[in-house]
């Protein structure tokens, strides 16, 4: 069974950091790039970032360009490093795999989400 579990979220002033984590079990976590998606109330889903199978490359949507930082360990886990946060990055956060694009054109299996709040 494929199973995501995502954690990390919360609430947060601007400027404040966060780290999502995603751990994943059910599949092989090594032959799947994995990113995170985001969608924000009354907004579609929109694309995040992005790390390639061994972590070689990385893709990163422009709004979060030098604030956000995907990585991924060698076991079952991926991480999005949050600084500087903004309101607009109020979201809930998904977390994704998909084992034929490295940038997550349509990734095979979704974590639930988890929510994101940048508030003073």
């Known amino acids: 069974e494929v199973q995501f579990v995502e954690s990390g979220g919360g609430l947060v002033q601007p400027g404040g950091s966060l780290n999502l984590s995603c751990e994943t079990s059910g599949f092989v976590f090594i032959e799947y790039a994995v990113g995170w998606f985001r969608q924000a109330p009354g907004k579609e889903r929109e694309f995040v970032a992005s790390?390639?199978?061994?972590?070689?490359?990385k893709y990163h949507n422009m709004s979060v360009r030098g604030r956000f930082t995907i990585t991924r360990d060698t076991g079952t886990t991926a991480y999005l490093h949050m600084n500087n946060l903004k309101v607009e990055d109020t979201a809930v956060y998904y977390c994704?795999?998909?084992?034929?694009?490295?940038?997550?054109?349509?990734?095979?299996?979704w974590g639930q989400g988890i929510q994101v709040t940048v508030s003073s």
């Open positions: 790390i390639t199978r061994q972590g070689g490359n």
């Open positions: 994704a795999v998909d084992v034929a694009n490295n940038q997550l054109r349509q990734p095979d299996y």
